[in-house]
């Protein structure tokens, strides 16, 4: 009896502590880094509340609105009354915990309605994406970035997402079509708010892209150089494995239509990164696209 209740005592001592830990992380805008430490306290005990609200922060940070509502009203409808300790907000200190959740609830519930537009959308889509990257999830950043070019193929930060996207699959040439055209869109002269290095953020997007397209022209020679030093003709391929003749000049990669309502785009869901992989920011634009959240 003892053992279990020291084993209990534990167990609410990490809770208390991992929370903690991810307001820490979501006052530096870290919300992915927030999540993975909240999923450790969930698995600790799938109905605290605070881990619970918390997590919806995260996903509002995200830009995933509808997994934040789901959060907020899950506590919401708790009705626990334990009240908030710590926060980066004053104001609900001492307050309710379920009453906090209910407020957020709402105030995502208004920031649904006002992100209706393509273009809204489309921001929020490329924030998921580069927030999965950087919990290293590449099929989920694959999916959200591609949604973001088809809601919005002119916008900058949707153009460099897709010509990341390209680059992780090895089409350098797509990947430079899209990084040129990202320097000159629409937004290009926004500055990144939250990107996958820290260098970047704050860095307007046609500087970043410029950046990508560059290190994408050194990628091209190196691998010019090295067809040369193996001997054997230099042959260029399409994307479809097709030689570039010599003497014409390389095709254009195919753009995805150019419609709100365009499909998928083109490019094919990026390989897991390995030693080789770029470091290229992807990047979404900043302010964010969610007011500063509250939590315990």
């Known amino acids: 009896m003892i053992d279990a209740v020291n084993g209990m005592k534990d167990a609410t001592i990490r809770i208390n ?18 999540e993975q430490v909240l999923q450790q306290a969930l698995a600790l005990d799938p109905h605290n509340p605070f881990t619970l609200n918390n997590l919806g922060v995260t996903k509002e940070e995200e830009g995933d609105l509808q997994g ?64 999965a990257i950087n919990r290293n999830d590449w099929k ?40 040129d055209k990202a320097r000159s869109a629409q937004g ?7 990107a996958t290095r820290a260098s970047a953020e704050g860095t ?25 030093l193996q001997g054997g003709p230099i042959e ?18 195919q753009a995805v239509p150019q419609s709100p309502d365009a499909t998928q785009p083109t490019q094919s869901v990026p390989k897991p990164p390995d030693a080789t992989q770029s470091t290229q920011p992807q990047a979404v634009p900043r302010p964010p696209t969610t007011n500063q959240p509250q939590q315990p």
């Open 68 to 131: 934040a509502y789901g959060y907020y009203m899950t506590v919401a409808n708790s009705h626990s009354d334990a009240p908030v300790i710590v926060t980066l907000n004053s104001g609900w200190r001492g307050k309710v915990v379920s009453k906090m959740a209910e407020d957020s609830a709402k105030k995502v519930t208004r920031l649904m309605q006002e992100t209706q537009t393509p273009q809204a959308q489309a921001g929020l889509f490329s924030l998921r994406g580069v927030s």
């Open 140 to 179: 989920d950043a694959a999916v959200d970035f591609k949604k973001a070019y088809a809601l919005d193929p002119e916008d900058a930060f949707a153009l460099n997402n897709a010509g990341y996207l390209a680059e992780m699959q090895g089409d350098l040439e797509t990947a430079q079509f899209f990084y």
């Open 188 to 194: 290009s002269d926004f500055r990144v708010g939250l």
């Open 204 to 228: 307007k997007l046609f500087q970043v892209a410029t950046d990508n397209g560059g290190q994408i022209d050194t990628k091209i020679a190196q691998a010019r150089a090295l067809k040369r």
């Open 236 to 253: 260029l391929l399409h994307r479809d494995n097709t030689p570039v003749e010599e003497d014409q000049p390389a095709a254009q990669p």
């Open 17 to 34: 502590r991992d929370n903690v830990e991810a307001i820490r992380l979501l006052s530096k805008g870290r919300a992915p880094e927030a």
